[in-house]
């Protein structure tokens, strides 16, 4: 499976994005699926998955309430509504796949895409 990641963007807080991740290959409805984050000089952290029916997702605590993720099988593709964005939203945003639910060590990884949120 690759993927990619894209949407991201410069917006002001207080503002809407959606991020998409299109997925490859003819599997993806078989995997389970991850949005993590990298702000600078942080660790990448979790921030919402999404069952492979999409009957399933959860949620970090930061996020819970704000952001919502979503998956299109037939499109192949997940996606990460993010709402009332804040400045410490900045970050480098990844999807990733993984076989098991909730996520353990993800299988595969998405090129990033940036989310710069001003004040």
């Known amino acids: 499976v690759q993927l990619q990641a894209s949407g991201g963007g410069l917006v002001q807080a207080g503002d809407s994005l959606r991020l998409s991740c299109a997925a490859s290959?003819?599997?993806?409805?078989?995997?389970?699926m991850g949005w993590f984050r990298q702000a600078p000089g942080k660790e990448r952290e979790f921030v919402a998955a999404?069952?492979?029916?999409?009957?399933?997702?959860y949620y970090a605590d930061s996020v819970k309430g704000q952001f919502t993720i979503s998956r299109d099988n037939a499109a192949n593709t997940v996606y990460l509504q993010m709402n009332s964005l804040k400045p410490e939203d900045t970050a480098v945003y990844y999807c990733?796949?993984?076989?098991?639910?909730?996520?353990?060590?993800?299988?595969?990884w998405g090129k990033g895409t940036l989310v710069t949120v001003s004040s």
């Open positions: 290959g003819r599997t993806f409805s078989s995997y389970n």
């Open positions: 999404i069952s492979w029916s999409g009957g399933s997702t």
């Open positions: 990733a796949a993984d076989r098991h639910y909730p996520l353990g060590g993800m299988d595969y």
